[in-house]
């Protein structure tokens, strides 16, 4: 039952919506109970969708029962799927990346062809999570510039049929946060940017999306700010492009409290948080010279240090714990484990 402990737990503490999945033929029904009961009616859930469920083929070209399954409940539930092909470049997809493109493509649309029999104009999403192989290892490298390339054409693809798209890009194979870490992060989350890609299941993952880091994900946070603000690009503040052209000049000739350094600033320039250095050299010897882990280590200590506070109702709450409670008898467990 962790598909559904796991999707109990997140309710209780997360403000936005959630991508999650079933593990087995009968975990839906309990998760959309749980779901609708936060929501408040099958009506609303559907109006405003509160997680989205990832269904994935079994490469090459298959569809298991239980991935079948989901397609057409989340169908009929009006809960958005998320298609995630995986081709593996030269083990379970052809060797060249359009081979593998092709290959993605044709498990998307079978799975979309099965999600929208069960109900047609059903919300879903055009997703994946390709691999080119590294054959002197034989792992499945997630940061590799072909895995990229990869998600990019598909995302592509999906754009092309007017679905929104989805891509596992802004993580890392490293298995610490290091520079491999923040290399690998930071250019997939500007190409994902870039390519227009909507959801990006990577932020805080190492080890081929076998791990989360909270530092890392306290760094990621920056690093998706900062592509973010990429795409917003440059924009016309004023009536003129140069309006500030000679800055407080009755004041002296500079622009730091100009009217419009005032109040451009902060919009123009993002500011990031504690964990990325814009000290100068002497203010950093004098802070402790510690890398950006180590910074980002202490931000998750001061996060983990408050309580985390439930945001449901107490009736809504109380739900949710009669359903986990009764899913847990159904399988053996008397009780479930201890939340904070």
């Known amino acids: 039952i962790a598909d559904r402990y796991r999707l109990f737990v997140a309710l209780q503490y997360c403000a936005k919506p959630i991508v999650t999945g079933t593990f087995a033929i009968d975990g839906f029904p309990v998760m959309q109970e749980m779901l609708i009961a936060v929501r408040g009616s099958q009506e609303e859930l559907r109006r405003k969708p509160l997680a989205i469920f990832d269904c994935c083929p079994s490469p090459p070209l298959k569809w298991s029962r239980l991935t079948c399954q989901c397609l057409i409940e989340c169908a009929r539930a009006g809960v958005p799927a998320e298609l995630v092909s995986m081709p593996l470049t030269g083990a379970t997809a052809p060797a060249t990346l359009l081979g ?39 792992t499945t490298p997630m940061g590799a510039i072909e895995t990229m390339m990869i998600d990019m054409a598909y995302a592509a693809v999906g754009k092309r049929f007017g679905l929104p798209t989805h891509a596992y890009m802004a993580l890392s194979d490293a298995k610490v946060v290091d520079a491999q870490a923040g290399m690998e992060t930071a250019m997939g989350a500007v190409l ?53 052209l000679y800055g ?23 500011s990031p948080s504690e964990a990325i250095d814009r000290d100068n050299y002497q203010t950093r010897q004098a802070k402790g010279e510690i890398s950006a882990g180590e910074r980002a280590h202490r931000l998750v200590q001061q996060l983990l240090s408050t309580p985390p506070s439930p945001g449901l109702p107490q009736d809504v709450a109380g739900e949710l714990h009669r359903i986990m409670r009764q899913e847990a008898r159904r399988h053996g467990l008397d009780r479930l484990p201890a939340l904070p």
């Open 248 to 270: 407080a000049i009755y004041e002296g000739d500079h622009f730091l409290t100009s009217p419009s350094t005032l109040e451009w600033f902060r919009s123009e320039v993002s």
């Open 192 to 244: 994902a940017a870039l390519a227009g890609i909507n959801v990006v299941s990577g932020p805080g993952m190492l080890d081929f999306e076998s791990c989360q880091s909270l530092e890392k994900l306290v760094i990621d946070n920056d690093i998706c700010g900062a592509a973010l603000r990429l795409v917003d690009g440059l924009r016309v503040r004023t009536p003129r492009l140069a309006e500030d």
């Open 100 to 138: 593998a493109l092709v290959q993605h493509t044709a498990e998307t649309l079978s799975g979309i062809v099965i999600h929208q029999v069960a109900a047609p104009g059903a919300p879903i999403i055009y997703g994946g999570s390709p691999a080119a192989m590294d054959m002197r290892t034989g």
